[in-house]
C-alpha cells in the first residue's frame, strides 16, 4: 500500500501532542495556549449586554442532545473553544446587581486563578505524593477556617469533600461510628437515627438513606417561626429516642437555612446532649454536625466591636449582623461543621469543607493501608486513608485559600456587612409599602422572603391569619397562586432588561394546618448591588399588582 499520501498515527498524534499545555517550557506554544484562554473570554464577554445573563436565553433541546454521537476525527481548538462558549447563552450573570437568585455568589478573580492553576496540572488531594505543595493548601484552608470558627488548630482538622451535601454525610458517619461501632465492617443497625429540623437542607433524607440508616429513622423536628428547631420537641423526642432503645447517630443543626436563615441554637442543642449522656448514662456522645454551608462566615464577625462599629455600618444592618453572630459564635462547640466557600465564600463551585473538632474521629472511617498497596510508600499527607473520596482535585482549596488571603478578615467584614446592608433596605423599602410584607423578618442574613397581596388586603393581619387559621386556607392558596402571577411578571421583565432577577420557593414554611406558603425569594450575593437595583425589586412587584389580578 501507498502510504507516501495517507496519515499516519504519528501525524495525529503531533496534533494531539499540540492540544496539551506542553510539560517543558515552550515559549511559542506557551502563548498560543494563553492566546487560546483569551480567546475563550473574548468570546464570552461578546456575549454580555446591559441584561443579567449572557447573549439571549435559549431553549435547550434536550431529546437532540441524547443523539449526540462521537466525531469520527479532531477537531481545531479554536473550533472546540467556539463550541464550548454557545453552551453559556443564557446563563445567568451571578455578579450582575440585578440578579438576586438564590444562593450562587460571583467568584473572585484569584478564586478563578487558583481552579484554573489546578486544573492545569491536575493534583489530586489523596496523597502529597500526587498534589505536592497543593496539598499543603488544603492544611493550612483548613486551619484558617478552625481559627475563624474557634476550633483548635492543632486538634482540628477537615478536608475539602464534592458539596454541602458530602460535609453533612461525612458528619452523620462519623456520629453513626461512635452511636454504633463496627457500622463499616457490619453495616448500619436498625436502630439509628438522625434528627434535622424541617427547615434543615433536604440532602439529609439522601445521607440517611445512602448511609444506609433509612429514611424512615430521620426524625423531622417541626421549626418555630424565626425558623429555627423547636428545641422543646427536640428534647421530647431525643428522649423518645433513647427511651426506645434508640442510638443516636447525629443531630444536624442548620446555621443558615437555604430559604429563610433561620439559626439553630447550636449551644443549646449541645447543653442538651450532654444532659442526656449524663442522665441516661449513655456510653457514647451523640454527635452534633453543624451545617453552616451558608452562615460560617458570619464568623468573621465573632470579635468585631458592634458597640463603637469602626467599619460604620448602618445601625439596621449592625443589628442583623449581631444578631446572626449571636449564634454564629458557637459553632465552634460542634463536633464537625460543613463550610461552603462557593455560597458565602464567592469562589466557584465546588470548594465544599467539612471540619472535625478531633482528628482523631477520623479514626473511625480510616482504613489500612494494606487495602491500597499502590499508594503511601512514603510522603507526609495520606488523607486518602480515611476520605470517602479516592480522587479529590486541587481546585477547591486553592480557591478558597485564594479568597481567605484576598480577602482577609477585614474583606470579608466588608463583603458581607455591604449584602446584609442591601437586604436591609429591601425590607425597609418592602415594608414601607401597604401591599407587601415580609416573612422573616426576624432571620439575619442576605435572604429576604416576601409576599405580595392585592389591593384592599391588610398586609398587617393577613400574614398571621393565614398562617395559624384553618378557615383562611382559601386565601392562602388564592395568595398563594397570586404570588405565582407576580413572580413570572417580574421574571420576564427581568428576561426583557426592565427589572431584577429574583426567585420563587413553593414552600417557605407550611402554616399550622399544613398548607405551604409560596413566597417571592430575594437573595442578595453579588457586591455590586446597590441601592437603585433593591428599589428596583419593589417597583417591579409593584408594577405587577397593578398587572395580576388578585
Request: net charge negative; hydrophobic share 40%; charged share 20%.
Amino acid at each position: 500500500m501507498d502510504r507516501r499520501n495517507s496519515v499516519t498515527y504519528r501525524d495525529i498524534l503531533q496534533k494531539i501532542r499540540l492540544a496539551f499545555p506542553q510539560p517543558v517550557s515552550d515559549a511559542i506554544h506557551d502563548s498560543y495556549f494563553v492566546h487560546s484562554i483569551m480567546r475563550a473570554l473574548d468570546q464570552v464577554d461578546g456575549l454580555k449586554t446591559h441584561l443579567p445573563m449572557l447573549g439571549d436565553i435559549i431553549s435547550g433541546d434536550f431529546e437532540k442532545a441524547r443523539e449526540a454521537t462521537l466525531p469520527d476525527t479532531m477537531a481545531s481548538i479554536e473550533d472546540v473553544t467556539a463550541d464550548l462558549v454557545s453552551y453559556l447563552r443564557g446563563m445567568t450573570l451571578f455578579g450582575h446587581p440585578r440578579t438576586q437568585q438564590n444562593v450562587i455568589p460571583p467568584p473572585t478573580i484569584p478564586s478563578l486563578i487558583g481552579v484554573l492553576l489546578a486544573s492545569l496540572y491536575n493534583p489530586n488531594l489523596v496523597w502529597d505524593e500526587y498534589s505536592r505543595l497543593v496539598a499543603l493548601a488544603e492544611v493550612e484552608a483548613v486551619a484558617m477556617a478552625s481559627q475563624l470558627i474557634g476550633y483548635n488548630p492543632e486538634q482540628a482538622s477537615g478536608v475539602f469533600t464534592f458539596g454541602g451535601t458530602a460535609t453533612t454525610l461525612y458528619g452523620v458517619k462519623l456520629g453513626l461510628e461512635k452511636a454504633c461501632p463496627g457500622t463499616l465492617q457490619n453495616g448500619a443497625p436498625e436502630d439509628a437515627v438522625v434528627f434535622v429540623s424541617d427547615a434543615g437542607h433536604y440532602c439529609a433524607t439522601n445521607i440517611v438513606g445512602w448511609l444506609g440508616i433509612g429514611t424512615n429513622n430521620l426524625i423531622t423536628i417541626p421549626t418555630t417561626v424565626e425558623n429555627e428547631i423547636d428545641l422543646a420537641q427536640l428534647e421530647a423526642e431525643m428522649r423518645r429516642a433513647v427511651e426506645s432503645g434508640k442510638k443516636i447517630a447525629a443531630i444536624i443543626a442548620t446555621l443558615g437555612t437555604t430559604d429563610a436563615f433561620g439559626l439553630d441554637d447550636l449551644a443549646h442543642i449541645v447543653a442538651l446532649r450532654d444532659t442526656l449522656v449524663d442522665e441516661y448514662r449513655l456510653d457514647y456522645r451523640p454527635h452534633i454536625h453543624a451545617d453552616a454551608a451558608i452562615g460560617w462566615a458570619w464568623s468573621v464577625f465573632n470579635d468585631y466591636d458592634f458597640e463603637n462599629n469602626p467599619l460604620g455600618f448602618r445601625p439596621r444592618t449592625i443589628r442583623a449582623l449581631a444578631g446572626a453572630s449571636r449564634r454564629i459564635q458557637h459553632l465552634s462547640l460542634a463536633d464537625s461543621i460543613g463550610i461552603d466557600f462557593h455560597k458565602t465564600g464567592f469562589t466557584p463551585y465546588i470548594s465544599s469543607l467539612v471540619l472535625f473538632k478531633n482528628r482523631a474521629d477520623l479514626e473511625l472511617v480510616q482504613r489500612q493501608q494494606e487495602q491500597m498497596p499502590y499508594l503511601y510508600q512514603f510522603g507526609d499527607y495520606r488523607p486518602g486513608m480515611y476520605t470517602l473520596e479516592t480522587s479529590r482535585a486541587g481546585t477547591g482549596p486553592l480557591a478558597a485559600l485564594a479568597n481567605f488571603r484576598l480577602f482577609g478578615e477585614q474583606g470579608l467584614r466588608v463583603i458581607l456587612g455591604h449584602i446584609v446592608e442591601m437586604t436591609q433596605l429591601l425590607r425597609e423599602h418592602l415594608e414601607g409599602r401597604e401591599g407587601t410584607t415580609v416573612l422573616n423578618r426576624e432571620n439575619f442574613g442576605t435572604v429576604t422572603l416576601f409576599r405580595a397581596y392585592p389591593v384592599g388586603v391588610d398586609t398587617f393581619s393577613i400574614k398571621g391569619h393565614e398562617f395559624e387559621d384553618a378557615a383562611y386556607r382559601d386565601s392562602l392558596l388564592a395568595h398563594n397562586e397570586y404570588n405565582r402571577q407576580i413572580s413570572e411578571y417580574v421574571h420576564s421583565e427581568a428576561m426583557e432588561g426592565r427589572g431584577v432577577m429574583i426567585s420563587l420557593t413553593d414552600c417557605y414554611r407550611n402554616t399550622q394546618y399544613g398548607e405551604p406558603i409560596v413566597a417571592l425569594k430575594s437573595f442578595i450575593l453579588s457586591p455590586f448591588v446597590d441601592e437603585t437595583d433593591v428599589e428596583m425589586v419593589v417597583s417591579k412587584v409593584l408594577e405587577a399588582r397593578g398587572k395580576v389580578s388578585g
